[in-house]
């Protein structure tokens, strides 16, 4: 089974699109939603849908705090996490639920697209068959709701730091499985979701946070294994 879990706080403008885009999927799965406090309607529109699974968290520790405890309550075998204002492409998104579970590997990426609301334009996020060195050196090289993973692997490597990281916490969880020996990566080629683009997002305004998280990180980042990135990419390799 899979269990995506989705952190909420004040989401009512996108968490309907979030919910029936998951909700259509045919695989085993289970949907957690962690609400943070919302007052503008979210709860109400949860009440709608008698399958979620709803967590409330109180302790007012942030988004990764919220993503962790619904992990913990997660009864899948493999986890993911796909933010209140993003959604899952159904049909893909069992494709790649399926490649993960008949393989048994412990983390499949794929392509996912980005939506800049700002400009109404999308532009597709590659992933890579070589995920596993690049986020070895620091890089991310995929879209966080296109990636699925075991929760064996989430525990093995204690999880996310919420105590540490508030805005890339997820680059700092990724790199951790990225590390481990013996942990099966893979890549599935197909487009498995849409994360949305606000231009002034949280991560958009904390460029000084985050170069301070990325220092706590520890790992060096080449310009020149951007570039193979970059390169990679266009080969689609």
Request: glycine letters at 6%; one cysteine or more; a positive charge.
């Amino acid at each position: 089974m899979l269990s995506i879990i989705t952190p909420v706080l004040n989401g009512a403008r996108f968490i309907r699109e979030n919910i029936i885009s998951i909700s259509q999927l045919t695989i085993p799965h289970e949907h957690i939603i962690v609400d943070g406090g919302s007052t503008d309607g979210t709860l109400d529109i949860l009440k709608e849908y008698p399958d979620l699974i709803i967590l409330h968290q109180t302790d007012k520790k942030g988004m990764y705090k919220a993503i962790d405890m619904g992990f913990q309550a997660a009864k899948g075998e493999y986890i993911c996490w796909v933010n209140c204002d993003d959604r899952v492409i159904p049909n893909a998104y069992d494709k790649l639920y399926e490649y993960a579970f008949a393989n048994q590997y412990d983390f499949v990426s794929s392509d996912g697209i980005q939506y800049f609301i700002s400009d109404n334009r999308t532009k597709l996020v590659r992933s890579t068959h070589y995920l596993k060195y690049f986020l070895r050196k620091g890089y991310y090289p995929f879209s966080q709701p296109s990636v699925l993973y075991t929760k064996y692997i989430y525990k093995k490597v204690d999880g996310l730091r919420y105590n540490k990281f508030k805005i890339i916490g997820d680059t700092d969880l990724f790199i951790r499985m990225a590390l481990e020996k013996d942990v099966k990566f893979s890549y599935l080629p197909i487009t498995t979701s849409v994360f949305i683009k606000y231009g002034n997002s949280l991560y958009d305004r904390s460029a000084d946070l985050i170069k301070e998280e990325r220092r706590m990180i520890k790992v060096k980042r080449s310009f020149y294994v951007r570039i193979l990135l970059r390169l990679f990419r266009l080969l689609k390799v």
